[in-house]
C-alpha cells in the first residue's frame, strides 16, 4: 500500500515547531541565520535558494544570500566561505549545487565549518 505524503503540511508543520525554538533563541539575544551561497546559473538551482530565503523570512531566520559569478575562480567560492564560517550572524551555511564545472564540491562542503 502506498501512502500520499502532504509535503505542504509537512512544511507548515515543521515551520510551526521552529517558531518555538527560534522565539527561545531571539530570547536570549540570538537571531539564527543561514547562509545561501549560489555559484550556478541553473534556474532549478536559483529557485530552490530563492525558497530558503522566502522559508527563512517566514520563520524569524536571518537570510544572507551570497551570489557568485559563474565565471569567477573558485578561490572566491573558498573566501566566501571562510568569511561566512567566521561571521558570528551565521549559524548554517547552504552551498547549491550543482556548482559550475572544474569546482571540487567534496573540498566545498568540508570548508563548511
Given at each position: 500500500m502506498t501512502d500520499?505524503?502532504?509535503?505542504e503540511a509537512v512544511a507548515a508543520d515543521i515551520r510551526d515547531s521552529l517558531s518555538g525554538s527560534i522565539d527561545r533563541l531571539n530570547a536570549e539575544g540570538i537571531e539564527p541565520g543561514?547562509?545561501?551561497v549560489l555559484m550556478s546559473d541553473d534556474p532549478a538551482s536559483e529557485t530552490y535558494v530563492s525558497?530558503?530565503?522566502r522559508d527563512c523570512e517566514a520563520v524569524g531566520i536571518d537570510g544572507i544570500h551570497v551570489e557568485?559569478?559563474?565565471d569567477a575562480p573558485?578561490?572566491?567560492l573558498?573566501?566566501?566561505i571562510e568569511e561566512l564560517?567566521?561571521?558570528?550572524?551565521?549559524?548554517?551555511?547552504?552551498v547549491q549545487m550543482p556548482l559550475v564545472d572544474g569546482i571540487d564540491s567534496r573540498r566545498v562542503?568540508?570548508?563548511?565549518d
Open positions: 500520499v505524503i502532504d509535503g543561514l547562509a545561501t525558497m530558503k530565503q557568485i559569478d559563474t573558485a578561490a572566491e573558498y573566501d566566501t564560517n567566521g561571521d558570528p550572524g551565521v549559524h548554517g551555511i547552504l562542503l568540508r570548508s563548511i
